[in-house]
């Protein structure tokens, strides 16, 4: 009996079966790529298009806040030494703290009162300690969250759910989440700002897009939480920007072989990211050093900012910068104080120090916006990974508590000279109206219109979101 394929010559077979099989397996690629653009489109509102550049996007609902600036303070401010006034932690200094400690804790079960005094400020009567006497004088600007918990003991779990919702596996930052989201309002600049992050702790993941494509990682402005000399590494050629278009033919010639890479490997928005990251670079030597030039600003401006004195310079600098990337288009913009707000001990000197740093810059910043009109539309967001512990650590420190500490909001929709939640009456545990990080999260996005539930990417076979499968919206501190 004759069998038809034995008769066929050896190459022709394989020539074809390797057609045939490479056929089915990109029939597959394609099939699972428009599955995920469907279901892209459906669960994200954005187009999948533009999924790899920045291109300005309709939220899935009329937003309050256009952008974000994240005032970082890295290392865990004390709550109950700044807006968390504990009347009975005052009175009962040095007694024995009598409820349940975490078995990570290394403290001791006695009661720390604040070495600072607390007062009402405002019309709103928000309570404020000295340690922040700029702050006190916007009061009725900021929405105190008082409840909030996390996941998270050691600086590296908690800074990974704050920044990116996850306390142990590398997910997009909240800032890449919200460019993939909305875009960009300006096509010169990134839509996602870093100034002065800190290396340690996760590093780069912290601002990073992780499965996202690459042009929604953050672009990187000094570091360590140090301006430096206020430049973008390795933006501007050696010399200058050079005049022969040396630099644009390097250019094509790169992209040219990103190209034929993406063609010969099918669709990848990493690739598509890259490609589009280098043309945004290119775009940027023209625009960011103008953004950039702080020096422009009025004196009275750079003077509301603490900018020229000693303890105020470096961080007045940093936000102003925020306010101007802000103003030219950025969608988010991240200052980080550095690692600093980690007193273990030495609190009266070490807070002291950092709050003296950074205080008239952030009310600065909030005074500054407001007069410029832009407060209604840009969230302020102030807090670092956790809180302290009402308990002394060594003779006069406080310990790591992410199970109950503070952050604040200002401007972008929500209720400003409002205290939203309690913890408990020393300060340790979030007590009443309770927020998790995934559910500040949910708010944030919520405030730019985006549905934290719809803001969706496909990758390895699963749609990610933010906020994983938790969060909620919390109403009580929209406006």
């Known amino acids: 009996m004759s069998i038809p394929w034995m008769s066929t010559p050896r190459r022709q077979f394989l020539s074809q079966s390797a057609c045939g099989f490479g056929m089915l397996a990109l029939a597959d690629l394609l099939a699972s790529e428009t599955k995920s653009v469907r279901a892209e489109t459906v669960t994200s509102g954005v187009s999948p298009a533009s999924g790899a550049d920045l291109l300005a996007r309709s939220p899935h609902f009329p937003g309050r806040a256009k952008r974000v600036i994240f005032l970082f303070m890295h290392g865990g401010p004390s709550q109950v030494d700044t807006f968390d006034y504990k009347p009975e932690l005052q009175k009962r200094d040095g007694e024995t703290y009598s409820g349940q400690m975490p078995s990570q804790i290394d403290a001791k079960p006695t009661l720390l009162a604040s070495p600072w005094k607390f007062a009402q400020h405002g019309d709103s009567g928000l309570w404020v300690s000295e340690l922040l006497p700029h702050l006190a004088g916007v009061a009725d600007d900021l929405c105190v969250v008082r409840s909030l918990h996390s996941r998270g003991q050691s600086h590296g779990q908690a800074v990974g759910m704050v920044n990116t919702g996850s306390d142990n596996l590398v997910r997009p930052s909240v800032g890449a989440w919200i460019s993939y989201g909305l875009g960009t309002e300006n096509q010169d600049l990134p839509s996602y700002i870093a100034i002065s992050p800190a290396s340690s702790h996760g590093g780069p993941r912290n601002y990073g897009a992780a499965f996202l494509p690459a042009i929604h990682q953050a672009t990187v402005v000094g570091a360590n939480g140090r301006l430096g000399n206020g430049r973008i590494a390795d933006l501007l050629p050696a010399d200058g920007a050079d005049s022969d278009g040396t630099d644009r033919r390097q250019l094509e010639l790169l992209q040219r072989l990103n190209r034929e890479h993406l063609l010969r490997s099918g669709p990848d928005g990493q690739i598509e990211g890259a490609i589009e990251s280098y043309e945004l670079a290119f775009r940027m030597q023209r625009a960011a050093p103008e953004v950039m030039r702080i020096e422009d600003e009025p004196e009275a401006v750079r003077s509301l900012y603490g900018i020229g004195q000693k303890e105020t310079d470096n961080f007045g600098r940093q936000c102003l910068l925020a306010r101007r990337f802000a103003e030219a288009g950025v969608r988010f913009i991240q200052v980080s104080s550095g690692n600093v707000w980690d007193q273990h001990g030495k609190?009266?000197?070490?807070?002291?120090?950092?709050?003296?740093?950074?205080?008239?810059?952030?009310?600065?910043?909030?005074?500054?916006?407001?007069?410029?009109?832009?407060?209604?539309?840009?969230?302020?967001?102030?807090?670092?990974?956790?809180?302290?512990?009402?308990?002394?650590?060594?003779?006069?420190?406080?310990?790591?508590?992410?199970?109950?500490?503070?952050?604040?909001?200002?401007?972008?929709?929500?209720?400003?000279?409002?205290?939203?939640?309690?913890?408990?009456?020393?300060?340790?545990?979030?007590?009443?109206?309770?927020?998790?990080?995934?559910?500040?999260?949910?708010?944030?996005?919520?405030?730019?219109?985006?549905?934290?539930?719809?803001?969706?990417?496909?990758?390895?076979?699963?749609?990610?979101?933010l906020t994983d499968v938790y969060g909620r919206v919390v109403h009580d501190l929209l406006s």
């Open 347 to 465: 609190l009266r000197e070490g807070h002291a120090k950092n709050a003296l740093a950074t205080d008239q810059p952030i009310a600065g910043l909030i005074l500054d916006l407001k007069q410029r009109g832009m407060l209604d539309d840009t969230l302020i967001v102030w807090g670092g990974e956790f809180g302290r512990t009402p308990v002394v650590q060594g003779s006069d420190g406080r310990d790591h508590n992410p199970h109950g500490f503070t952050m604040f909001l200002a401007g972008g929709g929500t209720r400003g000279g409002h205290a939203h939640g309690e913890t408990d009456e020393f300060g340790y545990y979030a007590a009443t109206d309770r927020v998790h990080m995934h559910d500040l999260h949910a708010t944030l996005l919520h405030l730019l219109g985006l549905d934290h539930e719809r803001l969706t990417y496909r990758y390895a076979g699963r749609d990610f979101r």
